[in-house]
């Protein structure tokens, strides 16, 4: 019988990778609260109408079919969430955080759906490490969130940072600029490759950032949105500006940055790494003034960026950044089965109680005492405890360094504040 495996684009993260992960989630959270942003967790399933109405149907999520959605037997569709924002949105207007001080600034952690060709660094389930600002204008929050994107990317080592950054104008601006660019693009129709021909009907923003062969020339004459600005978008993007030059921060601005999502206003950016293969870009986001409005909330302004987890493992492993060493147990139990087996399982117990991280020789038969140290030396801890018989009967424990020293004996109600005394014994 063949053995299951897991299904296609998912993925096990095994305790090596975890490891990663788990630096990056501590960091991440650290920095976020330092940031003033508070954690809010909302469902891994939606109602459908959400994403529809909030990242439109004409992005790509919908129109490729991206969406895991399930249709319920009552009719309701539901859908296992392929982005944050909307749901973020969504819980911020529900739970009436509307009449917090505003702004409110939220981060969420957690998994992402999308049915999509697995590659690097991306899968049909993916983490995400999300922070948005919601209910402020001020483009001193966009600069907040690409501040904490970029940071947290430096806590983390990466090397070679930079934003790209473009504005997408707003309502009042975007239809005229549109309308150039989709005169500019049909123009050269019988240039475009199948699929940005079926992006030109629906969507030419999304032909700016095609992939297909021969449209960096293509695109070289293309209108640029930042031409087409409004005088609110225009002073909002020159501000954002100003406010990363005063900060000593680099940036490019990159007429072909677009976000494959509708509710996109303003500013939009991604950081950018060097050294990290083909896929220099590792996170990106930007500015969402009329989603709450289109998901039935009042005008809300919004702005946040996504990073995924599995892509910042892979950029660090390409960069060859290795987290610190996940903590280990630094004692081991030893016995001899009988009474001195219930005795050493008490014993760490009672030193896990106080503090202190420890194994326990598991052994259904009595084991030899060389076979243990052989366990022992396997997990390189510092010191094996070792009760016999004769330990037992004094109340004492047996202690043997493997990294150099003396062997002694201790009172077993003394252990504790021994170990404590000593560095890297009490994890």
Not at 117 to 146: C, K, N, W
Not at 163 to 177: D, E, H, M, R, V
Not at 216 to 242: N, T
Request: overall charge neutral; charged content about 20%.
């Amino acid at each position: 019988m063949t053995a299951i495996q897991r299904p296609k684009g998912m993925q096990d993260v095994l305790p090596d990778d975890r490891r990663y992960w788990d630096w990056i989630i501590a960091t991440g959270t650290r920095m976020a609260q330092q940031y003033g942003f508070q954690r809010l967790d909302v469902p891994v399933l939606e109602f459908t109408h959400l994403f529809a109405r909030g990242m439109g149907e004409a992005s790509d999520v919908f129109v490729q079919k991206e969406m895991y959605t399930i249709e319920e037997p009552d009719g309701e569709s539901i859908t296992l969430r392929p982005e944050f924002t909307a749901g973020l949105v969504r819980a911020y207007i529900e739970n009436g955080l509307t009449n917090w001080p505003q702004p409110v600034k939220l981060f969420t952690i957690g998994p992402i759906f999308r049915r999509e060709r697995p590659q690097a660094g991306r899968y049909r389930q993916h983490s995400q490490f999300d922070a948005e600002i919601l209910g402020e204008t001020d483009p001193a929050a966009d600069l907040e969130v690409m501040m904490l994107a970029m940071n947290l990317y430096r806590a983390l080592g990466y090397k070679g940072l930079t934003f790209q950054l473009n504005s997408t104008g707003c309502p009042a601006c975007k239809p005229l600029y549109m309308e150039q660019l989709k005169s500019y693009l049909a123009a050269q129709a019988g240039r475009l490759a199948p699929i940005d021909q079926e992006r030109l009907s629906r969507n030419p923003l999304r032909v700016l950032d095609s992939k297909e062969p021969g449209m960096d020339a293509l695109l070289l004459k293309a209108p640029h949105i930042i031409d087409y600005l409004c005088a609110d978008c225009a002073d909002h993007f020159r501000e954002l500006r100003a406010m990363l030059e005063a900060l000593g921060q680099s940036y490019t601005i990159n007429f072909r940055l677009v976000r494959g999502i509708d509710y996109y206003t303003k500013t939009v950016f991604e950081v950018w790494a060097e050294g990290i293969g083909a896929q220099a870009a590792v996170c990106g986001g930007g500015r969402y003034d009329g989603l709450a409005e289109a998901i039935g909330g009042p005008p809300t302004p919004g702005v946040g960026f996504g990073s995924g987890i599995e892509r910042i493992v892979l950029g660090l492993q390409e960069q060859g950044i290795a987290p610190p060493p996940a903590p280990q147990p630094q004692v081991m139990l030893l016995h001899f089965g009988g009474k001195t087996k219930t005795a050493a399982v008490k014993l760490t117990y009672q030193l896990r109680q106080a503090g202190i991280g420890a194994r326990l020789a598991f052994a259904r038969e009595k084991r030899s005492l060389k076979s243990q140290m052989r366990e022992a030396n396997k997990y390189a801890v510092r010191y094996a405890l070792i009760l016999g018989e004769s330990e037992v009967e004094w109340g004492m424990v047996t202690v043997r360094p493997l990294q150099g020293g003396d062997q002694l004996e201790l009172p077993q109600a003394e252990l504790a504040a021994w170990l404590n005394e000593r560095a890297g014994t009490g994890t």
